[in-house]
């Protein structure tokens, strides 16, 4: 079973300054709650075909995986896939303009669970959604703040 997970927020700042801040890997630690570092295996900026290192605890659970970036438009929107690491899984942020001060970003999760993970995907789903949700809260109160 795929998961597939799409969630998404207005955020009262206009989209050139969201997409810099989220499409940043150096961020990821401020704003997702769950990734503890990252660190480039490419030099910066990013850039299709960059590669970043991420650590994260999920589920009860250390990660340790690699995204490739895939697509990079700047904001507009970016796609990365996994390289390496126990789920396969392609995030996409998107952002898109409401007006000149607000816009609506996109992150969409989704993946092919193998072994066990196949078994608990629908779980796995529902603890990506309620993840996403928090750090997509996250990310609009660091940027409406500053």
Do not use: H
């Amino acid at each position: 079973m795929a998961v597939d997970v799409l969630t998404e927020i207005v955020i009262d700042r206009p989209p050139g300054v969201v997409a810099a801040y989220a499409a940043d890997p150096s961020n990821a630690p401020a704003w997702y709650e769950n990734i503890t570092s990252i660190s480039w295996e490419t030099t910066p900026p990013l850039q299709a075909g960059s590669r970043v290192a991420f650590t994260a605890r999920f589920l009860g659970r250390d990660l340790a995986y690699t995204y490739q970036i895939t697509d990079f438009a700047p904001a507009g929107r970016l796609v990365m896939r996994t390289a390496q690491g126990p789920f396969p899984m392609e995030t996409t942020y998107t952002w898109q303009a409401i007006d000149d001060n607000s816009t609506r970003m996109t992150l969409r999760n989704r993946g092919e669970p193998a072994g066990f993970s196949k078994l608990v995907a629908p779980f796995i789903a529902m603890a990506i959604r309620r993840a996403n949700r928090k750090d997509l809260r996250n990310l609009r109160s660091i940027l409406e703040t500053t």
